[in-house]
């Protein structure tokens, strides 16, 4: 359980806060599973601490809005449920002064990373971390003010009931945040100059099948209509509101958020590589090429657009 990122981009191929595990075996492109046994943390955990950093402003916008409620909750125990490497939950932990975060996530040696960041920003006496994986139920998270769950749900396979064990864990007045939905990114034009026009458009394609096989793949799997308001409502909480978060970095990117952008085609490239057509796999190999001047690295047109979603459910 872990998000991209997870809490990472929504809808990306890049594992994120999103985060952990499962983003990085199949997040937001969910393409062939890796076991999280097989996942170098040395390699993959400073890639889903790039896509947190990329990613902040969307995070740290949400944060400050469920803050600002005229109904906010006092928060003084924040769980972040599918943690990854904790960017996240220290982001929560330093809009909310007051309150204890607590990193939960399935891998432990994201755990390590979220506990390292927390000591080097001077968050240590106010951090914990809880080794958990959703599909083993929530036993030991204790009570929260605020659940963040950016990008997890979807990893599991009866979100109503996970849900209701979300609900079940507020104090009263509490919120549960879900980051679920939103705009997929958008980093290039639609006609690069060589190759068919479109790209990002068939790679979401892809992207949308392998989302669906994940989801059916999951042990207890049921389909849920995607109305996330209605199912906050169905587990007992009142609805508080859905807003969006639009991260816009227009061309020319910077050298970070051209790493990541660069990242991302990387893995679409790898993972979707039994279905994409041989024309799309020679556009993305010359994309990825870094002394192609319209390559990823040096074209002056690469940006980064994407919304998140933030669904808010309050306990009475």
């Not at 075996?25 to 170098?40: P, S």
């Not at 975060?101 to 040696?109: Q, S």
Request: proline fraction near 7%; hydrophobic fraction near 40%; aromatic fraction near 4%.
């Amino acid at each position: 359980m872990s998000q991209h990122t997870g809490h990472g981009p929504h809808a990306s191929t890049a594992p994120s806060h999103h985060h952990g595990a499962a983003h990085a075996g199949h997040h937001h492109g969910h393409g062939h599973q890796q076991d999280a046994g097989d996942i170098d943390w040395d390699v993959m955990g400073p890639v889903l601490e790039l896509e947190a950093e990329i990613s902040r402003p969307q995070y740290e916008q949400a944060a400050r809005w469920i803050a600002g409620l005229p109904e906010a909750p006092k928060v003084r125990r924040i769980l972040d449920i599918g943690s990854g490497p904790g960017l996240i939950t220290c982001l929560l932990a330093e809009v909310f002064p007051d309150a204890e975060a607590v990193a939960v996530d399935g891998t432990p040696a994201l755990l390590e990373r979220a506990r390292d960041h927390a000591e080097r920003l001077g968050l240590g006496d106010r951090f914990r971390t809880h080794h958990a994986d959703l599909e083993d139920g929530l036993d030991g998270l204790g009570e929260a003010d605020l659940i963040w769950a950016g990008n997890s749900l979807h990893h599991v396979g009866d979100q109503r009931a996970v849900l209701a064990g979300f609900a079940g864990l507020l104090r009263p007045g509490g919120v549960v945040a879900l980051a679920e939905g939103g705009l997929q990114p958008r980093r290039l034009p639609r006609d690069l100059g060589f190759g068919r026009p479109g790209l990002e458009a068939r790679l979401e394609a892809i992207h949308v099948d392998r989302f669906e096989e994940m989801r059916a793949a999951l042990p207890g799997s049921r389909r849920e209509t995607e109305d996330w308001s209605a199912l906050l409502a169905a587990v007992g909480l009142t609805p508080q509101g859905v807003r969006s978060f639009l991260l816009d970095l227009p061309a020319p990117l910077d050298d970070r958020a051209r790493e990541y952008v660069t990242v991302e085609f990387a893995r679409r490239r790898e993972m979707f590589r039994d279905e994409l057509p041989a024309e799309d796999a020679a556009a993305l190999d010359r994309l990825l090429d870094p002394e192609d001047p319209a390559g990823l690295r040096l074209r002056p047109d690469v940006f980064l657009l994407s919304a998140r979603t933030v669904h808010l459910g309050r306990r009475g």
